[in-house]
């Protein structure tokens, strides 16, 4: 077992936090490179428990930050896209609300490996 692998986006995935490093409330974006495309994505601490995305909107594929890194809402309940006022919630990236309404964000798996937090190519991005 290598403790070491942070290759970028190996099928071993991408380290792209320390476990305890993103404070509750916070986000923070990272690349993946998976089946050769680069993916923006993003990683929110909400109320503790970590959740990854890849940063498009399920209306319009379209980031979400129009601020950069600014994801949650005024709130800090649900994850915004400005462009049209999609919000989402999010511990499983649904839209509850806005023209994205029943759809959901791509989920990226995140694992932890030691002292990282390791994220994964979700199964589906498009
Ligand atoms: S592009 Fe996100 S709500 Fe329209």
Redesign the pocket.
Known sequence: MSAGDDSPCSDGGTAILRVGELEPGTSRKFVLTCKDQQLECFVVNYRGTLRAYVNK??????T?DWVENQFFDESGAYLL??????LYEPEGGECVA???CGKALFAVPLVERGEDVVALCPDAFE
């Open positions: 909107c399920r209306h319009v594929p379209m979400m896209c400005p462009t049209h006022g999609a806005g023209p994205a």
